[in-house]
């Protein structure tokens, strides 16, 4: 029904920058909103950042001022440009969108297939 499909992960030096894209595809009738999560090895997946359908934006704590969270709406597309990266960042970052489909008009949780981003020298 729904297809979240990322792109950008990969490896990079610290204090570099990646930009991360997803893109949601589908019987789409409306995307509350977006959000990327992370899951480091031996670590639960935790909230990154997330971005309402208004452009309302959350991040956490540890990558306020170098994650940006954006949004393209008609492309029903979100982004994290990272900034700053840290070998901390390592970790597999996975999209997450709350959609509503065409199908039933039921909103659900929807998840990408993750990217794998590496910060190291």
């Known amino acids: 029904q729904v297809q979240l499909v990322e792109s950008g992960g990969g490896l990079v030096q610290p204090g570099g920058s990646l930009r991360l894209s997803c893109a949601a595809s589908?019987?789409?009738?409306?995307?509350?909103?977006m959000g990327w999560y992370r899951q480091a090895p031996g670590k639960q997946r935790e909230l990154v950042a997330a971005?309402?359908?208004?452009?309302?934006?959350n991040y956490a704590d540890s990558v306020k001022g170098r994650f940006t969270i954006s949004r393209d709406n008609a492309k029903n597309t979100v982004y994290l440009q990272m900034n700053s990266l840290k070998p901390e960042d390592t970790a597999v970052y996975y999209c997450?969108?709350?959609?509503?489909?065409?199908?039933?008009?039921?909103?659900?949780?929807?998840w990408g297939q993750g990217t794998q981003v590496t910060v190291s020298s």
């Open positions: 997450n969108a709350r959609i509503q489909t065409t199908t039933d008009y039921a909103d659900r949780d929807y």
């Open positions: 971005i309402t359908s208004r452009g309302s934006t």
């Open positions: 589908g019987r789409i009738f409306r995307i509350y909103y």
